[in-house]
């Protein structure tokens, strides 16, 4: 493979047996990937063919749009590994949908009205914090799912009476989140349905996965600087640990990096289709946060 930066032509080639490997941990949750390490090697002066071609403008925007999308789909998977990791470093462990009954299409108004919820919701829930990805649906309305805490079994809320007066009364925690969804929406226009797809039950990890998916399905649609999810603030997000790993096969690097503590179970698992990289997910809830240092040092004197 080539290609040319400023004027000048590299060439890449695989390294034998060498994998950059990444592992990042919070909060029981693990993930580790490796890919096989790409060495560039400089080659020469790009040839000039600009002499030969001549102009087309067609191709020449053919050629931007291309170079557009690309950076917007790169720019579209961070963002997604960044709201996965940010919902697994906070723990959060329900999910939650905003729907529209009218066929609300604007993307900017909704955001707008999931902020506002969210404000609305701290002010009745203490510590509530959430984690939104946007999804179009067929009919072009917006709608938003959230990861955040389970609700409490009830929530205290107020409501001025005709006479003036303020009245206290209990709503179930189930039913907040419509009644302030509501309150911003109009009555009747959407809801708020709280708890999610049996298979992500009791699974904060495949929670994170399910919710940070729609950040790629429109990712052409979000111009350069716009948010591409939305959340509360938080603990920051752990960094990751970087090593290279050297001498060693495919399935001995399997090997190495495959690490399971006591009570972990594998969320995903899962080989390059090239053969040129791994992925493991795994997840735990009745351990400490481990030493990422244990893989690396496993490495060195195995």
């Given amino acids: 493979m080539q290609r040319i930066v400023d004027g000048i032509c590299y060439e890449g080639k695989y390294l034998d047996s060498a994998f950059d490997v990444r592992v990042w941990e919070a909060g029981g949750h693990r993930e580790i990937s490796a890919r096989r390490v ?20 067609e191709r020449d925007a053919a050629d931007e749009l291309e170079r557009k999308e690309k950076n917007l789909h790169r720019a579209a998977m961070r ?13 959060f462990n329900e999910m939650g949908t905003l729907t529209y009954r009218e066929n609300q299409t604007d993307e900017a108004l ?3 009205h ?11 829930i203490p510590g509530f914090a959430y984690c939104a990805g946007y999804e179009e649906q067929e009919r072009g309305a917006w709608h938003v799912h959230l990861a955040i805490y389970k609700m409490p079994e009830f929530v205290m809320m107020k409501k001025q009476m005709p006479n003036g007066e303020w009245r206290a009364f209990k709503v179930k925690g189930r039913n907040i989140g419509t009644v302030v969804w509501r309150s911003i929406v109009g009555a009747d226009n959407g809801l708020c349905f709280i708890g999610g797809k049996k298979k992500i039950k009791n699974s904060p990890a495949k929670l994170a996965a399910y919710v940070s998916k729609y950040i790629t399905k429109h990712y052409e649609d979000v111009p350069d600087g716009k948010n591409r999810y939305t959340h509360s603030q938080g603990v920051p997000i752990p960094q990751v640990i970087r090593e290279r790993f050297v001498g060693l096969s495919l399935g001995e690097l399997i090997g190495r990096c495959f690490w399971l503590e006591e009570g972990d179970e ?4 899962r080989v390059g289709r090239w053969q040129d990289s791994y992925y493991l997910c795994t997840e ?9 240092s244990m893989l ?7």
């Fill in 38 to 57: 790409i060495e560039w090697t400089e080659i020469g002066p790009a040839p000039d063919w600009s002499h030969m071609a001549e102009p087309n403008p």
């Fill in 79 to 91: 963002a997604k590994t960044q709201c996965r990791r940010f919902i697994k470093t906070q723990a």
């Fill in 284 to 292: 735990s809830s009745g351990w400490d946060e481990p030493d990422s």
């Fill in 110 to 112: 909704c955001k707008e």
């Fill in 114 to 124: 999931t902020a506002k919820w969210a404000r609305r919701m701290k002010a009745l």
């Fill in 266 to 269: 594998v969320v995903s698992h």
């Fill in 296 to 302: 690396f040092s496993r490495s060195k004197t195995a």
